[in-house]
């Protein structure tokens, strides 16, 4: 079996990424506490702002290249992750989320995971 | 085009970490960090794990709930997880048995109620560090 050590992988000009063949890496996660504003666990989140109830914005260390990266969610039982589709504020920098109750109602919960995909700038 | 072919990629100064340079070149971003530590398709319905990777069993605790353990387990409970239901349908994790470092407990529920339910895809993505 062969063994590569190394601290850094970039394609042969020296700057530009390499080639993952046939898969890819998330560009960021997050595992946040909106109840209590705990960011518990993360990749490539600088900050989570808590807006209002149910309501947060998770912000990029690294930028994404455009807006049209994925953000995939999930919550608590009974609550419901979503993006804020009243502002539907993603950018290359952040990402407004929200959190719904079985219903429609805003709701703080203790887990919100979330996981980004896409092309970094 | 350049390819290096080698079955292990280490970290030199530190075995766990190695950096990758962005697709726009502008930053730099650990791979072990981004690459999603385990993943499963989960058929409640017939009881199936469908297809996974760092998944050692699962466990169908009743009605809409259930358990992803892991084979590999994670550095810490602090894991992130992203899921994908079927038609009407809303995956959520446990507050009473949190996520831990072996394994991970879900819901499934009918939207719009907190009606607990079997489905046959469940898809889950677990992101983090592995221990």
């Known amino acids: 079996m062969s ?12 700057t530009s ?19 209590n504003n705990t960011n518990r666990g993360s990749a490539n989140i600088s900050s989570v702002t808590d807006t209002s109830q149910g309501l947060y914005t998770p912000s990029f260390v690294n930028n994404f290249s455009d807006a049209y990266y994925t953000t995939v969610g999930s919550s608590n039982v009974n609550r419901r992750f979503q993006l804020n589709s009243t502002s539907y504020d993603q950018t290359t920098g952040d990402v407004d989320c929200r959190t719904t109750d079985t ?16 092309d970094l700038a | 085009m350049s390819e290096i072919k080698v079955d292990n990629l ?7 970490d190695i950096t990758v340079t962005s697709e726009g070149g502008a930053a730099t971003q650990s791979l072990q960090q981004g690459l999603a530590k385990a993943w499963a398709l989960f058929d409640q319905v017939s009881v199936a794990l469908d297809s996974s990777l760092n998944i050692a069993s699962t466990v169908d605790d009743a009605a809409g709930q259930w358990r992803l353990n892991f084979t590999n387990a994670m550095s810490d409970g602090s894991y992130s997880w992203g899921t994908g239901e079927q038609d009407y349908r809303v995956l959520g994790v446990s507050t009473g048995l949190v996520p831990t470092t072996t394994q991970i407990k879900f819901y499934t529920r009918v939207v719009n109620t907190s009606t607990l339910t079997d489905v046959d ?10 221990a």
Do not use: C, E, M
């Open chain 2, 10 to 16: 280490t970290g030199k100064t530190s075995a766990g």
């Open chain 1, 3 to 14: 063994d590569l050590r190394v601290n850094t992988i970039s394609a042969s000009d020296g």
């Open chain 1, 103 to 118: 219903g429609t109602g805003v709701q703080d919960v203790v887990y919100n995971g979330i996981n980004f995909h896409g």
């Open chain 2, 121 to 130: 895809y469940n898809n889950v993505s677990i992101n983090g560090g592995l």
């Open chain 1, 17 to 35: 990424p390499v080639t993952l063949t046939k898969q890819s890496a998330a560009k960021g996660w997050l595992n946040y506490d909106q109840t």
